[in-house]
């Protein structure tokens, strides 16, 4: 039932909200954008600058298998969906990822 996924998501999103408190979303705000920013500073094939934490890379050809040998998901590939958009991929950085895993994907990108 989409009503019952709807409801689901709402209250997940409640219980984060409520666990990082008013100062724990701001300094998560600030951490998805400062390791973004980084990523996107490190990269010089990205397309779009105003952004919070994901942002659309140009990925040259062969990018995917490149990745998934590494085992990292590079992101999602808009050409599946935007036929003006073939290579863009659009790339997002959450709390998720540390510093040593942006600079592992940096050096894997720099492979291709």
């Known amino acids: ?11 997940a999103s409640l219980i984060a909200i409520l666990w990082y ?3 724990g979303i701001a300094r998560l705000a600030k951490t998805n954008y400062q390791r973004a920013a ?6 010089n094939n990205v397309m779009n600058e105003n ?3 994901e942002f659309v890379v140009k990925m040259p ?3 995917e298998g490149v990745f998934k ?5 590079p992101g999602i590939n808009l050409g599946r969906f935007f036929s003006g958009m073939k290579d ?3 790339v997002a950085v959450t709390e998720t990822k540390s510093k040593e895993q942006l600079d592992r994907y940096l050096e894997v990108l720099c492979k291709i």
Do not use: D, P
């Open 38 to 43: 980084y990523l996107r500073t490190q990269m």
């Open 69 to 73: 040998k590494h085992n990292i998901a």
């Open 1 to 11: 039932n989409i009503c019952t996924n709807q409801a689901l998501m709402a209250l």
């Open 21 to 23: 408190g008013k100062e």
């Open 51 to 53: 952004v919070f934490n």
């Open 88 to 90: 863009s991929w659009l």
């Open 61 to 63: 050809k062969g990018a």
